[in-house]
């Protein structure tokens, strides 16, 4: 399997090239074109539940499509619903933790469960429920915007909840309010992820949910009458 990434940051397209027998699994959707030679199976990944789980608390999709170069070699290709970047991964036995909506594909043998965040992380709708993935495999994963990677230093590192898009498990972290009610309601910030140890984290450059917050002055209403 051969993969490019085209066109980043702002509107990344993500080329698989595929020998004749191999296949890539991505999130329903995300399939912009393909070659003849690849056909499409549709299934629940990990059951009904696990599938279940993954739509209800993690916003990513029920079904999922497998790729195969089942007629000789062949390309898909792969784009984010958003306007963003796209990150490729080599998963060798190791894990990585995904908000929302962050997954776009990946090795069928990459294993895809959703994890609660636990207490910590309740009052942050972007880290309540989280995306692991681990195994061995390619690993594909998207954001708003341009993607930054981050070693996180000894001191540690804050980030807003709405630009948290990936990070490894070995660092631990914290959801917390920026100053008290007042400061979040004037200052436009909310709340924020402490992370602390040791690891790696990948933030996004812009926010979904700024981004609906500035156009929705804008957005006509529906008239009373």
Not at 5 to 13: R, S, W
Request: aromatic share 10%; net charge neutral.
């Amino acid at each position: 399997m051969n993969i490019t990434i085209e066109h980043g940051p702002a509107f990344a397209l993500a080329r698989v090239q595929l020998a004749s027998g191999e296949a890539i699994r991505a999130e329903s959707g995300a399939m912009v074109s393909m070659s003849t030679t690849v056909e499409i199976e549709t299934k629940m990944q990990g059951g009904f539940l696990g599938a279940l789980a993954r739509k209800v608390l993690s916003s990513e999709s029920f079904f999922q499509n497998t790729f195969t170069a089942a007629r000789g070699a062949g390309e898909v290709t792969f784009a984010p619903s958003l306007m963003g970047d796209i990150q490729r991964r080599e998963m060798n036995g190791s894990d990585l933790l995904l908000t929302s909506g962050s997954y776009l594909a990946s090795s069928p043998g990459l294993e895809l469960q959703t994890k609660w965040g636990g207490m910590k992380s309740f009052f942050a709708k972007e880290g309540l429920f989280l995306l692991r993935a681990s195994g061995h495999g390619t690993l594909l994963f998207t954001c708003y915007g341009a993607l930054v990677e981050i070693d996180v230093p000894a001191a540690g590192y804050v980030v807003d909840t709405g630009h948290v898009v990936a990070f490894e498990p070995s660092l631990d972290y914290e959801v917390r309010k920026v100053g008290g009610i007042k400061s979040m309601f004037l200052s436009g910030e909310g709340l924020v992820c402490s992370f602390s140890g040791r690891g790696k984290l990948w933030i996004q450059t812009r926010s979904l949910d700024a981004f609906v917050g500035a156009i929705l002055p804008f957005l006509p209403t529906r008239s009373s009458n």
